[in-house]
């Protein structure tokens, strides 16, 4: 493995020149700007396929190029790299700062945790829950980053109960925890030191000592697989939740950016609306995969885990642990109670914009429709974040819940750029020609199903994102495959569940 790690950071150099050289001859060979501008989508495809360089680097590429062959102007790509997406995610990194800071993440995960139970089955749904619930508003790898020390200290809690109970179990066989025995202590010896001499003899064979350990530190191989079971689900539920919400994960908000701009008109993209819709998805998801689990880790005796009212010793400790966990964050602190009011106003004052069943309070500025957005409520409360005090009135001194150096550690610039440099690409190869181009090409898929061209598209972006980040392969994807629904001439899935008329006769 070593090894193969050197020989790839010896590639890497070698990548970086050589792909730029072997694309050359598409912009020299055919004189368009379509094909210049393939040549840099390909290009940065090639690096972010490979991240021979960093993701946020490779998005600066378009800032480049684009102005050196002629597609757009310097100052036109600037103004691109920057949309309401960035503004959005600004607000969320202010609530996501708070809840890390003054550790409402921990209270939130273990009370849901010790709701649902303490048997193995149960911790893992809670877990599950906890994590999916977490990632719902704040980052996937943050969420993981957070709960999984809890997980870590349950995990070897409830082995070190494992250990204590089979030790229990052995002294309570030998006698050894009971005085009254002590005569059959002095006997058990004097038959052991008899046995010691027939076997010497050869009159009767060795007695088999206990078997070393499973695994270096697993007992057994159940205590192990429960282990990869609770470590696999922490990584499961995080990115199933995070499609719960616009927020959630950077790829809804780089969906919803790109529709706002091949579609200005189309409005029904908001919070609500991605949340009543993708609910009922991310439920149905979370329990298939702790099935899955539960069947692949824990067994398939489904009724112990639903059903079991009794407790082993095993989980009475895991109990005890995650009960001892909990008191010792205290009672909950002012802080935790202005970061959850905030928490419960933004998510209300999302949902309510413009529920579309419902006027929403958007429409209190008939002279302004459209103009505040599910940004302008982040931006609304995170600035809150900055200036209500982090401790009551009468304290000695001042100090808002988060700091800009607290911020700064929470927000994921490398984001904010990938994305910015994803809107660039989508801007250029509209301007240049070469998505519309490009959805010619595939004009044969028309002649497929509108059911099977969606999923030959979901295998395809499904396959890249083994290998590519699923932030990147969104920007490599959605600049081809928009413009393709307009030339096949189909009505997709999407106009049908964003309720919009997209398309009518193949005409945006």
Request: aromatic share 10%.
């Amino acid at each position: 493995m070593r090894r193969l790690r050197c020989s790839w950071s010896s590639l890497k150099p070698l990548i970086i020149i050589i792909s730029p050289l072997a694309l050359l001859p598409l912009p020299l060979v055919i004189r368009k700007k379509e094909a210049e501008c393939a040549y840099i989508l390909i290009l940065m495809a090639v690096y972010w396929m490979t991240e021979v360089l960093p993701l946020s680097v490779t998005a600066l590429l378009p800032a480049l190029l684009f102005p050196l062959f002629g597609i757009m102007k310097s100052s036109q790509v600037a103004t691109v790299y920057f949309k309401d997406f960035h503004l959005l995610l600004l607000g969320v990194i202010c609530l996501a700062t708070s809840i890390e800071k003054w550790g409402l993440h921990r209270r939130i995960a273990l009370r849901l945790v010790t709701g649902l139970g303490v048997n193995p089955g149960m911790l893992m749904l809670g877990f599950m829950v906890g994590c999916a619930f977490l990632s719902m508003w704040l980052s996937n790898t943050s969420t993981v980053a957070m709960v999984m020390p809890i997980v870590e200290a349950v995990i070897q809690q409830v082995l070190n109960a494992s250990e204590e109970a089979r030790k229990d179990h052995r002294g309570a066989l030998n006698g050894i925890s009971n005085p009254a025995l002590q005569l059959e202590d002095i006997e058990a010896q004097h038959d052991q030191s008899e046995n010691i001499k027939s076997i010497e003899a050869g009159i009767t064979e060795p007695v088999q000592t206990a078997p070393p350990p499973y695994n270096g530190k697993y007992r057994t191989r159940e205590d192990h697989m429960m282990c990869k079971g609770l470590s696999l689900c922490i990584a499961y539920s995080s990115s199933i939740g995070g499609l719960t919400t616009l927020s959630g994960t950077s790829t809804n908000l780089i969906f919803a950016e790109y529709i706002y701009q091949y579609y200005p008109d189309c409005t029904v993209i908001n919070f609500g609306n991605w949340f009543v819709l993708c609910l009922p998805i991310c439920i149905i998801m979370l329990i298939l995969s702790w099935i899955y689990l539960h069947w692949m880790y824990l067994g398939s005796n489904f009724r112990a885990s639903l059903c079991s009212r009794q407790r082993s010793e095993k989980e009475k400790h895991t109990a005890r642990v995650l009960r001892d966990q909990y008191n010792s964050l205290g009672p909950i602190s002012w802080q935790e109670i202005i970061t959850m009011i905030i928490f419960i106003l933004m998510a209300i004052l999302w949902f309510t914009r413009n529920p579309g069943f419902m006027p929403g309070w958007s429409s209190l500025f008939p002279d302004y429709p459209g103009y505040a957005t599910d940004a302008t409520v982040a931006l609304l409360l995170g600035f809150m974040f900055f200036i209500i005090p982090a401790h009551k009135p009468n304290a000695k001194r001042y100090e808002a819940l988060i700091t800009w150096k607290d911020f700064q550690a929470c927000m994921p610039w490398e984001i904010s750029l990938l994305v910015g440099g994803g809107f660039a690409l989508a801007e250029g190869t509209k301007i240049s020609g070469l998505s519309t181009w490009v959805a010619e090409l595939l004009t044969p898929l028309g002649s497929l199903p509108p059911l099977a061209t969606v999923t030959i598209a979901c295998l395809i972006v499904t396959s890249i994102t083994e290998v590519a980040s699923n932030a990147a392969t969104m920007t490599i994807f959605l600049p081809i495959l928009a413009p393709l629904v307009c030339v096949i001439s189909i009505y997709t899935i999407l106009p049908k569940v964003l309720g919009h008329p997209l398309l009518i006769h193949g005409t945006p």
